[in-house]
């Protein structure tokens, strides 16, 4: 278990489109939690979840929108085993889940494949309990759909990178 801090890449993926470009994502506070089995020393196999609050989505000073993201993925991890520092490498597979609420005609997909890669390090403070850190990318084929005066406008495609902190036991 532990905290995430969310940074968006949302406009990035956004800024093909001119009214889409203006568009501008707030970061936001989060939580995870994995769960999983280590086959070897240097290999293992996890299942993430991760709750991210509601990020705000402004054009120029005005909340358009509010938007929830969730994700769950399979994940893989290769560890370097140093005895009480090991560092890993991550990449993973699942879902992400979007929610838009808001005054503006905002719409993003609300279940789209997700692809996560990461690097991080467990320290063990003893045996079974270990301090957990890491950055992690999340990206998606999301389509992202904004309704204007003179139609629609969409674009495929969004990311976000998590810092992560936590405490986690093994036994």
């Known amino acids: 278990m532990g905290a995430s801090r969310a940074f968006n890449f949302f406009e990035t993926y956004l800024d093909n489109e001119p009214v889409l ?3 501008d994502f707030g970061d936001r506070w989060g939580v995870n939690a994995r769960a999983g089995y280590r086959l070897t020393s240097w290999f293992a196999l996890e299942g993430e979840y991760e ?3 509601d990020m705000n989505a402004t054009l120029g000073s005005v909340e358009i929108a509010r938007i929830g993201v969730q994700t769950a993925t399979a994940n893989f991890r290769l560890i370097a ?3 009480r520092v090991q560092p890993y490498f991550l990449g993973g597979v699942g879902a992400v ?8 005609d905002l719409k993003i997909d609300s279940t789209a494949f997700a692809g996560r890669v990461g690097l991080g390090v467990d320290v063990y403070l003893t045996k079974s309990i ?3 850190a890491g950055a992690e990318a999340m990206l ?3 389509k992202t759909t904004i309704g204007t005066p003179s139609g629609s406008v969409s674009a495929n495609g969004l ?3 998590t810092l992560q902190v936590g405490l986690g036991y093994r036994f």
């Not at 889940?97 to 503006?104: A, E, N, Q, V």
């Open 21 to 23: 470009s203006n568009i």
């Open 51 to 53: 709750w991210l609050d």
């Open 81 to 83: 085993p140093f005895w």
């Open 97 to 104: 889940f979007f929610k838009t609420s808001g005054p503006l």
């Open 130 to 132: 270990l301090l957990n």
């Open 140 to 142: 998606t084929n999301a």
């Open 159 to 161: 990311g976000l990178v």
